[in-house]
């Protein structure tokens, strides 16, 4: 039931919008730092960006904050249905900052940025020693966290709950343990295929100026609207919502590898395409964002893979590819293509790894995490227990811990828990795709003719607009009638490479 | 002296430090928006704005400023220099805006936004009374303010003396009056010149890359550091420091016409070289930008008209114009095109008009400024007045109000008494020039080779360093040893057309 708004709701929804607004400016400034702020300004935009945070995260736990919660909570059935929601995530916000002390709650952000520029230079040295001391106090503090925020079941669990809530251990291990014993024995019989993609065609020059003709028209097609977002050239690719009408996305162009662009700019569309059709009445609210990591992956996954990576995509969208560069794909049929851009096999690098492989690489993130926060793992064993791994799922070993232990920046940045999010927004996308098919049997068909229009409007009617007024889980089940069920991928995952290697 | 720091001193250059942090998102944010935010998220960005800006201004007048303001005041000796000045512009501040009654205040802001967008559509169609009374109120409000703020003399010097701290009407009405007496029949003697430059050559199409290509270069030369600033398009070029390793150019290209491009460049390079070399120690102050609007446009003038209009910088520079042009300049000497970027002749638009009819313009709007603020001309006579005034100063008279008294943006955003810093700073800039040539003798040398290190190290030494430590006049009088003097001017312009028109 909504009723009229109360001096003090709107009071509570001004104070909130200020808060948004502040996170906007950040946004901003992150965004224009990583796409072309003069270095000599970084150290003083740093500065600043601290400043807006600290200004915003100060209003999250203020008294003011507290006296809005207290008073509202009593009578949360006459509120607007969006002031509940936004009170609800400012109160989760307020009771999980308030129950950290702060002294040692900047200490542990000083720890964090020193761990990182520390790890940095591990990772390239190769030299795991130089970082272990940072992570061990990091993992400390994270276990501290632990102790003051409680724990159902798995201590683990809580950390999941900051980026899936809902998500725990128990879901986890059972839906790992299928994907994986499905995913080893493919990737087995992969390795054993006699009828092998060739792959020479991706690796041919393919000017930069051409590939962002093609990314920018690949855009457009996905249903992006340029009116509301811009495309840049970044180091590192993201896409970020300032709000829904301005979600800006960042590619790379590596020119001996058109891969990296074009599938990167799709995925960042898929995040994008999340923000931009969020519903406006969230706008100035903490809902204004997607519900959690692994939703907002599902979206860029989907288009990704299902999209970007689909045969019939390609049908409409390989002359145009072909148009664009220079001659490589010439004498390359479009099956020989889309076999090419859908190779298989296991390798050392998450960022770098393919679509049935993927999944293993945040497995073995996912069992080091929940060791090392349960006191099963130490961190001093880490090199040794990574490199088993990844002998074990997937049959290679790093032969240094640059290209092992010391890849990803998570660790050094705090960030445990946030790994499961890039496998469970793949099976959640596979969900998605499965129920798609039900009301859109002629998803094919609408690829070949290039008409993406109907698979947005699916998607934004069932995941986008919501924003976090759902959480995943029910998003989730509201779309697609059931809870996580790693089995549509598995099945994805089976047919497509029974296609593409011929098993 | 200088003494060891007290806690208080240092709150409150902490404090200050975060009114400066607002205001450099601030920044960037207007920055984004005319450089190609999307449009669809520009009404939310423009909430943020306001509310950072809102910030920033409640600071300024806050209880804990006044606090700042009241224990300081009394130990200035023992505080460091920075903070002396910055305390009183702090205080200044404060006195000003605590007058105004903050309901007041705010319907005046929105009254000057509508305004903004009635004026506009007024120009368009060229109908003055359609804009009429929102200039009568925003009149009327500004006699307010200078009711609340006070005068000395004449009540036009309040406002002078927000742009201008220490110009007053007596010191205008001096050298406005000398410096017509010797434009008008300087103009006269042109127009009646039988050997007029042949400006054909400037008119040819121009390639907008090729245009960036060549203002990027100049830009180079004139020793603007890229690492510490970047260009960008936008719709009305500007520039502008975030912070002294921050500090953006935005130009224009037209196709049809290179020297808005060229010319619009070096102008906003040179406001842009006195942000990039202000101190490094008056970061995080309201002292870390140009110390008034004259000033600042003595810069982007000086480099405008005494570098980038100058025969010695062409002599450097033609070849490489040349060799950027599609050929349009391949039969015309230096000569003949130094002639012709110099061509002047009475004009109807102000941001049209050329180094000599420029002073004209601006005198014009001075005399009805000061007219409308002492009650002695009306709004409602403004159209007539106008073009009495350009018959009688330029000869020439505008055919309807759009390219009249409703050319310019200024009086529907409330800027009384800015006019006037744009030739002042020409002044200013003739009056550096006539110095530096004392310290720099061989000043036409050095454009010849390229080599404006030493320019640059003139301004930076004399100028550009001490932000807004100094006042306008105190900078003047500091560099080159004299107060205001418009003979500088004069002697430069009369030598300088005497060539160009071969009187």
């Not at 509940?84 to 702060?102: A, G, H, V």
């Not at 097609?221 to 301005?246: C, Q, W």
Request: some cysteine; glycine content about 6%; charged content about 30%.
């Amino acid at each position: 039931m909504t009723a009229v708004m109360t001096d003090l709701e709107k009071d509570f929804l001004e104070y909130v919008k200020k808060m948004s607004a502040y996170n906007e400016a950040i946004g901003l400034m992150y965004w224009d730092m990583r796409t072309g702020a003069p270095k000599n300004g970084i150290e003083q935009r740093s500065e600043v960006i601290g400043m807006l945070s600290s200004d915003a995260f100060n209003m999250s736990v203020s008294e003011e904050m507290a006296a809005y919660i207290a008073k509202l909570s009593g009578k949360k059935e006459a509120l607007n249905e969006v002031t509940q929601k936004t009170l609800n995530e400012c109160k989760e916000n307020y009771d999980r900052n308030k129950k950290i002390p702060s002294d040692e709650y900047k200490e542990y952000i000083v720890l964090c940025s020193k761990a990182e520029s520390v790890w940095e230079q591990a990772k390239t040295e190769s030299n795991f020693e130089l970082f272990r001391p940072y992570l061990e106090k990091i993992v400390q503090f994270n276990k501290k966290l632990i102790g003051y925020w409680g724990y159902k079941e798995n201590k683990y669990n809580t950390l999941l709950d900051i980026y899936e809530p809902g998500v725990t251990v128990e879901i986890l291990d059972e839906v790992f343990a299928q994907l994986r014993s499905e995913i080893v024995p493919l990737v087995q019989k992969i390795a054993e295929s006699s009828d092998k993609p060739r792959t020479e065609c991706l690796f041919k020059h393919f000017p930069k100026e051409k590939q962002k003709e093609f990314s920018l028209a690949i855009l457009k097609k996905m249903g992006y609207d340029f009116n509301s977002g811009r495309l840049d050239e970044t180091v590192h690719p993201f896409a970020i919502g300032l709000n829904p009408g301005d979600v800006r996305v960042t590619t790379k162009y590596d020119e001996k590898d058109f891969r990296t662009a074009v599938f990167g700019t799709i995925h960042e569309g898929g995040h994008a395409l999340y923000e931009q059709n969020i519903s406006e009445e969230l706008v100035g609210t903490p809902l204004c964002t997607g519900t959690s990591m692994g939703i907002h992956e599902s979206q860029s996954l989907f288009y990704e893979n299902f999209v970007g990576r689909n045969k019939s995509f390609w049908q409409e969208n390989y002359d145009l590819l072909k148009s664009c560069s220079d001659g490589q794909f010439d004498d390359v049929p479009l099956n020989e293509f889309y076999r090419a851009i859908n190779e298989s096999k296991p390798s050392l690098i998450r960022i770098e790894a393919d679509e049935l492989t993927y999944p293993l690489h945040i497995m073995v993130r996912y069992e080091i995490e929940k060791g090392l926060i349960n006191d099963e793992i130490e961190v001093r064993d880490l090199p040794r227990i990574w490199n088993e791994k990844y002998e074990q799922y997937l049959g290679i070993k790093p032969s240094n811990d640059g290209e092992g232990v010391l890849q990803d920046v998570h660790w050094s940045g705090g960030s445990f828990g946030y790994f499961p999010s890039y496998a469970l927004g793949y099976m959640y996308a596979a969900q998605f795709k499965n129920k798609m098919l039900e009301e859109i049997p002629n998803y094919d068909e609408l690829l070949e003719k290039g008409d993406l229009e109907p698979i947005k409007a699916w998607m934004t009617k069932n995941v986008h607009r919501f924003g976090k007024m759902k959480k995943p889980l029910n998003i989730l089940q509201d779309a697609t009638g059931e809870g996580l069920n790693a089995n549509h991928l598995i099945e994805y995952l089976k047919e497509k490479y029974k296609e593409v290697y011929k098993l």
